[in-house]
């Protein structure tokens, strides 16, 4: 039985940058450290070999997020390039916002890159595509109705700086 989704984590070069990014644009705190090396178990259960990685597992509103930086294997056929929003697999992070343009803003600030500006309108919110310094596509998203709103979701009673009654 599937209990729940656990976490999406992000492969990035530095890992202490992505880990002050996340902490200062969307309010993640580091839960646990995590790293191997010389592993071959973990080896066996990531298809690597000679894997080493240090990362972080973080805590964030409504979800986890695991950041990774790997020492090693070097893969000399990998080069690094940012991949485009309409590619296979998994493209973008998407974060819900109380104001678009004012988060775009902060996220160009602490090292973010913009894709685009925001898109939309005051009736139905803004959204646009943003890339963390290391690449990964972020959507910063105003939610656009009651039932896409993470409080129709069980267990989600409030959202980030909505106090209890």
Partial sequence: MILAFAHPCLVVPDLERACEF??????????????WSDSPELDNA????????????????????????????????????FPSANETGIRHLAFYVDDCWLEYQRLQQLGGIAMGVPAGDAEHGYAVYCRDPFGNIIELAEIPNADESPRSLPGISRLAGEYEV
């Fill in 22 to 35: 996340y902490e200062q644009m969307f309010g993640f705190k580091v839960l646990s450290s995590e790293g």
């Fill in 46 to 81: 990531t298809g690597l070999v000679g894997s080493a990685c240090r990362g972080y597992l973080m805590k964030g509103h409504n979800c986890f997020l695991e950041l990774f930086e790997f020492s090693s294997p070097d893969d000399p056929r990998r080069t690094p390039r």
